[in-house]
């Protein structure tokens, strides 16, 4: 399994499960985004140092990362509802396995105010493994 089909499980599940339980939009990478002022979520699956399971090229190759998933909502409006929004998806993410995408259990870190948004991140660090080549 490579990073590019990693991401692509991890995005397929959240765009499959989060409208019905997040009920706020998610801002794509790369993809425009109409940000109309309310909470909304911004996922980003960022790589993280990989290695070798065995020795040489013939080796299985364990490949590590974190699924970051931002909640963005408006100032001055409490921090309940990005809590709760960050709390839905350290339950769905955490500690589970997607399309062999192991996930380990999320953490919440509170940004704080930027740019006149409140932001919490949740972080979910994952892995899987690439088969040697032929």
Do not use: C
């Amino acid at each position: 399994m490579n990073f590019l089909s990693i991401k692509a499980a991890l995005e397929s599940d959240l765009n499959a499960w989060w409208p019905a339980a997040g009920n706020t939009p998610i801002a794509w990478e790369n993809v425009p985004f109409n940000d109309n002022g309310g909470l909304y979520i911004v996922p980003e699956v960022t790589p993280a140092i990989s290695f070798k399971l065995d020795y040489g090229r013939q080796g299985t190759a364990q490949i590590n990362g974190t699924f970051n998933i931002r909640i963005v909502a408006p100032v001055n409006q409490g921090a309940g509802a990005a809590i709760g929004k960050a709390n839905l998806l350290i339950n769905h993410f955490g500690d589970t396995v997607i399309s062999g995408v192991h996930l380990d259990v999320g953490s919440l870190n509170i940004i704080g105010t930027v740019e006149n948004r409140y932001q919490i991140n949740v972080a979910i660090p994952f892995w899987t493994y690439q088969e040697a080549r032929a």
